[in-house]
């Protein structure tokens, strides 16, 4: 029996076997392909080499129809548009050497003008908060601005109904504790985690009301037909966490279990948290379940601790992975008969029962050769299925 995208989506997070793995790019802006990566990819299937910049800071393509077509993508994001009011965003071009850009919360950010990749963060609007009062005062933005729902009803049921395609339900922002430490800076926020909790929680709290309130009305509008809900904080490093796992469940934890506690409440059907968490954190597996977690990306491979035949055997039941399917070294610096045996590996550890979405370990970067993507997918479509 031949699945739809949607079902076989659908039936994979339900740890249950499709006809097949199913297979994402972009169906979340941490599933994605870098723009330089999506072109020499067209170019060497022969298509057109058009592409459209989907985020700036992390020069993001989208994978438009003809991608999608061309390697049976089962995945689609539906994202929020643009607000009404840019609020304190603006382009302010070639300083200097480098291009800048401030964003709607007010974080600035930056990318060489010579040999860029990405943009990277040089400005944090609340480096000097100290006190709730600042928090409070501070000039966020609005997100129930109606024009970032503008035909998010049409768009949602066109992939649904139509195209019969999963999707993934696009965020307004970076994940809460990535987000807070963007908006006072790594060093701040590490010293303030110690040193001033009170300031901390206030800026978790301000961080979760944003959230709760867009999810809220992102949920009210498309209904029962929401599936997949994108959440995010890297919470590892190449070898272990970024801040102890006391401090995580004491600080942050709490956060994450009200925030998918609340999505799941508000949802009209069965939804499912897909958490996408950098790094070394299998200690953290275990809480991210309890705080109500189903889907677990990208899962790093290459780090500390993260083996997909251990973690299929011990968490396979609770959390499905959606990444996971090449270490991302060898896919941008091996050979193409090393990204298939590689990729073989993880389709055995990861397919079996269901509760495996076939996608990049994060964006596919730009120096990616296109033989190599095409080298996973191949693999994936003669070991992928049930």
Request: charged residues 25%; contains cysteine; proline residues 5%.
């Amino acid at each position: 029996m031949e699945y739809n995208s949607f079902e076989r989506v659908k039936t994979a997070l339900q740890h249950q076997e499709p006809d097949r793995v199913p297979f994402d790019i972009g169906g979340a802006a941490v599933t994605g392909i870098n723009i330089n990566a999506l072109r020499n990819l067209k170019t060497l299937l022969g298509m057109s080499e058009e592409v459209e910049l989907w985020d700036r800071v992390t020069q993001l393509a989208k994978t438009g129809d003809d991608i999608v077509e061309k390697l049976g993508i089962d995945v689609k994001n539906v994202g929020p548009e643009a607000p009404s009011s840019p609020g304190p965003a603006k382009d302010l071009g070639l300083v200097d050497d480098h291009y800048r850009i401030i964003d709607e919360f007010g974080i600035g950010w930056q990318m060489p003008k010579d040999e860029g990749h990405y943009y990277d963060l040089y400005h944090h609007p609340l480096a000097n908060a100290e006190s709730i009062k600042d928090i409070e005062n501070y000039s966020w933005p609005d997100p129930l601005d109606p024009a970032r729902f503008l035909g998010l009803k049409d768009r949602v049921e066109k992939v649904v109904f139509q195209e019969k395609k999963a999707y993934v339900m696009g965020r307004m922002s970076a994940g809460m504790w990535e987000h807070a430490i963007w908006m006072t800076g790594y060093n701040k926020f590490f010293m303030d985690m110690i040193q001033n909790e009170k300031l901390i929680h206030a800026i978790m709290e301000k961080i979760l009301e944003l959230k709760m309130k867009y999810w809220g009305r992102y949920l009210e509008i498309v209904g029962k037909n929401a599936m997949v809900v994108s959440a995010a904080d890297d919470l590892g490093s190449q070898n272990g966490l970024l801040v102890s796992l006391d401090m995580y469940k004491k600080l942050i934890w709490p956060y994450h279990r009200r925030l998918f506690e609340f999505l799941k409440k508000k949802a009209k059907d069965k939804l499912y948290i897909f958490f996408h968490n950098d790094g070394a954190i299998m200690e953290t597996v275990p809480l991210l379940i309890e705080a109500g977690i189903d889907i677990l990306n990208p899962f790093q491979v290459n780090c500390k601790g993260m083996d997909t035949g251990k973690f299929k055997k011990e968490f396979g039941k609770d959390l499905t992975i959606w990444g996971g399917s090449c270490d991302a070294r060898i896919l941008e610096f091996g050979n193409p008969e090393e990204v298939r045996i590689e990729t073989k590996k993880r389709i055995h550890d990861l397919a079996p029962g269901g509760g495996f979405i076939f996608a990049s370990i994060h964006i596919i970067q730009g120096g990616v050769p296109p033989e190599n993507i095409i080298a996973r997918w191949e693999t994936l479509q003669e070991f992928g299925r049930y």
